[in-house]
């Protein structure tokens, strides 16, 4: 990954236009747009039952809104499927771990690293292991500086279900990052994190920002919103009702009327 | 060893072979990429077919072999081109029954799906008897290569040479995929799909290519065996036979080779002919029951003890010796920026 050039930060990565879903009869998003510039970095907040993580499910291809598009660096992505958004750079991570259990912490995060050869059932038997050996050793001295970054390194062997829940939450931020992504979609990054370590999680996805990465994430922490967010969206009952800067926001009314009756 | 007991060992072993090959076409499905092909007997059961009709000869009058038996086709196809074209028909079988079942079910309706597929294909051939002669089933299909060997014995020999080739060929192929990064984007789907589609992988069609390769490999099977029985009836197919092959897959350990390998010889070779030589009692046909039995109580016995099975699945390390870590002392997280992995577990 390598910094975006200065003009680039700011163009228009991702926006989406009047979207819906609902459960049954249930509105649970209604009209949602959003619009997301390059090289920012963006909380989606809001309290219980607001909507954020179909929204982001939506954004990442997972649910199918029953309304509304989505266009991505101007490509009109409504009716991709999550496979083919995250080949294209939008790569997501889970409000629960959804680690792969059974595979070790470096299988977890080999698995993500894109245009691996030898990941297609033509390319096993075209291509020597040579090639993917190459390759797979690029990757593996990346995965191990990662974990090494966050002090997880004497569990690379282990298998991500044995790992703690904070742990496990980590291994998914670092996941996500093996895929090389170019936008990050985070849901509650941060849930489970022990206090401690969120601050060097906040380091990271600050110098993931300056890597050129834009991120959106959803948090409850609106201290860690307001010092790492460059601006946020806010939405309540399945509607956007504020986008703009966090300081601004504790300031509206109806932000704050949200989280009371929420 | 005296002839008789060279026959019975030379037969142990071509049918110790046929079952590993189905067992390891099985666990790439099932152990893998987890999925649960309640149909797997059928796709065994179209390679064996498919390979008599294109070895017996045309079905008209004046073929001695096939004048009291009807089916399709029809062929005399030298060997082992009879097995590529299994082969080919298991894949080709794999492709309507995958799209349908893998791409819109979920995983529980699509092993009823398979089932129910399994169970309408053996309705399908016992009532079109025009088709592989109904429930009779074939009969006197040649055996390949016969010539080759002068006695009978000899050509039990040889047929386990070919047995041993065409295990070693899908031991290869199961192998290469298994340690190729596909085989660990098939593992990856088997815990998570949605993260493994999150994270760019194409779930349906890689499901499909391990679905289309074990049952190809089932075909194989299917061929080999029924070229060496020189019989193939719906009686031999019928759906439970995939328990008996999914349980020696569950009982030697899956995802592993070796264990899976272990489970086919314990289980579909092991017990029936065990079976064999307990004393006759009971109403007739009560003894081929207690193999059933006996299975089944297996099964359950290891889901619930050793539900990873003998050998249970091999952690992949990439050579990174655990004794090259240095041991943490406690309190050495304390001196870094970061507390250790260990403190972070608290969070949890």
């Given at each position: 990954m390598s910094a975006l050039p200065a003009e680039a930060v700011g163009r228009p990565i991702l926006s989406a236009r009047s979207l819906s879903h609902s459960f049954q009869a249930v509105r649970v998003v209604?009209?949602?747009?959003?619009?997301?510039?390059?090289?920012?970095?963006?909380?989606?907040?809001?309290?219980?039952?607001?909507?954020?993580?179909?929204?982001?499910?939506?954004?990442?291809?997972?649910?199918?809104?029953?309304?509304?598009?989505?266009?991505?660096?101007?490509?009109?992505?409504?009716?991709?499927?999550?496979?083919?958004?995250?080949?294209?750079?939008?790569?997501?991570?889970?409000?629960?771990?959804?680690?792969?259990?059974?595979?070790?912490?470096?299988?977890?995060?080999?698995?993500?690293?894109?245009?691996?050869?030898?990941?297609?059932?033509?390319?096993?038997?075209?291509?020597?292991?040579?090639?993917?050996?190459?390759?797979?050793?690029?990757?593996?001295?990346?995965?191990?500086?990662?974990?090494?970054?966050?002090?997880?390194?004497?569990?690379?062997?282990?298998?991500?279900?044995?790992?703690?829940?904070?742990?496990?939450?980590?291994?998914?931020?670092?996941?996500?990052?093996?895929?090389?992504?170019?936008?990050?979609?985070?849901?509650?990054?941060?849930?489970?994190?022990?206090?401690?370590?969120?601050?060097?999680?906040?380091?990271?996805?600050?110098?993931?920002?300056?890597?050129?990465?834009?991120?959106?994430?959803?948090?409850?922490?609106?201290?860690?919103?307001?010092?790492?967010?460059?601006?946020?969206?806010?939405?309540?009952?399945?509607?956007?009702?504020?986008?703009?800067?966090?300081?601004?926001?504790?300031?509206?009314?109806?932000?704050?009327?949200?989280?009371?009756?929420? | 060893m005296s002839n008789a007991t060279q026959f019975y060992v030379t037969t142990l072993l071509i049918y110790g072979a046929v079952s590993i090959i189905a067992c390891w076409g099985l666990d790439l499905q099932f152990g893998d990429t987890g999925i649960l092909n309640f149909a797997f007997i059928m796709f065994q059961a179209a390679g064996a077919y498919t390979a008599a009709v294109l070895t017996l000869g045309p079905s008209t009058q004046s073929n001695p072999l096939s004048n009291y038996q009807h089916y399709v086709f029809g062929a005399s196809v030298p060997y082992p081109v009879s097995v590529f074209a299994a082969a080919l028909v298991g894949a080709l079988l794999s492709y309507p029954i995958g799209v349908v079942a893998l791409r819109r079910l979920r995983s529980d309706y699509q092993a009823v799906a398979m089932l129910v597929v399994s169970l309408i294909a053996t309705t399908v051939v016992i009532s079109d008897t025009g088709l592989l002669d109904g429930e009779r089933g074939l009969f006197l299909i040649p055996k390949p290569l016969r010539d080759s060997a002068d006695t009978l014995l000899g050509y039990q020999w040889l047929y386990v040479g070919i047995s041993c080739v065409f295990l070693a060929v899908v031991l290869w192929v199961i192998a290469r995929i298994s340690r190729a990064p596909l085989g660990r984007s098939l593992r990856a789907i088997r815990e998570s799909e949605s993260a493994a589609a999150a994270l760019g992988k194409n779930v349906l069609s890689l499901r499909m290519g391990a679905?289309?390769?074990?049952?190809?490999?089932?075909?194989?099977?299917?061929?080999?065996?029924?070229?060496?029985?020189?019989?193939?009836?719906?009686?031999?197919?019928?759906?439970?036979?995939?328990?008996?092959?999914?349980?020696?897959?569950?009982?030697?350990?899956?995802?592993?080779?070796?264990?899976?390998?272990?489970?086919?010889?314990?289980?579909?070779?092991?017990?029936?002919?065990?079976?064999?030589?307990?004393?006759?009692?009971?109403?007739?046909?009560?003894?081929?029951?207690?193999?059933?039995?006996?299975?089944?109580?297996?099964?359950?016995?290891?889901?619930w003890f050793r539900p990873r099975g003998l050998v249970p699945e091999r952690r992949r390390t990439f050579g990174n010796p655990r004794w090259s870590f240095r041991r943490r002392t406690p309190g050495a997280g304390v001196a870094t920026a970061m507390p250790s992995a260990d403190e972070q577990g608290l969070a949890g």
């Open positions: 209604d009209g949602v747009s959003i619009d997301i510039d390059e090289g920012r970095l963006y909380g989606l907040i809001g309290p219980n039952g607001a909507g954020k993580s179909t929204v982001m499910n939506i954004l990442a291809g997972a649910q199918k809104p029953i309304g509304g598009t989505t266009h991505y660096g101007g490509v009109d992505i409504t009716r991709w499927p999550a496979y083919r958004r995250a080949r294209h750079g939008v790569i997501r991570t889970f409000q629960l771990s959804n680690e792969f259990a059974r595979l070790t912490v470096l299988e977890n995060l080999l698995v993500a690293v894109p245009n691996q050869p030898g990941d297609t059932f033509r390319e096993v038997f075209t291509t020597p292991r040579r090639r993917w050996n190459r390759r797979q050793g690029e990757s593996l001295d990346r995965a191990r500086a990662l974990l090494a970054r966050f002090n997880m390194e004497a569990k690379a062997d282990d298998y991500a279900g044995d790992l703690s829940g904070g742990q496990k939450r980590i291994l998914e931020i670092l996941r996500a990052v093996m895929a090389q992504p170019r936008l990050l979609l985070l849901d509650e990054p941060l849930a489970g994190i022990h206090p401690r370590i969120i601050e060097s999680v906040c380091d990271y996805l600050r110098e993931l920002r300056r890597e050129g990465v834009t991120i959106l994430m959803i948090e409850h922490e609106l201290e860690v919103v307001e010092t790492l967010c460059d601006a946020v969206v806010v939405m309540a009952s399945g509607i956007v009702i504020f986008r703009g800067s966090m300081t601004e926001a504790r300031q509206r009314r109806e932000v704050i009327d949200a989280y009371v009756a929420g | 679905f289309v390769v074990g049952n190809m490999i089932a075909a194989i099977s299917g061929a080999l065996l029924v070229q060496y029985i020189g019989s193939w009836s719906p009686n031999g197919w019928l759906y439970p036979e995939t328990f008996v092959y999914l349980g020696a897959i569950i009982i030697g350990g899956a995802a592993n080779k070796l264990g899976v390998l272990i489970g086919a010889l314990l289980l579909p070779v092991g017990i029936s002919e065990g079976v064999r030589y307990l004393p006759s009692f009971g109403g007739p046909g009560f003894v081929d029951a207690v193999q059933f039995m006996l299975i089944g109580v297996l099964i359950i016995a290891f889901m």
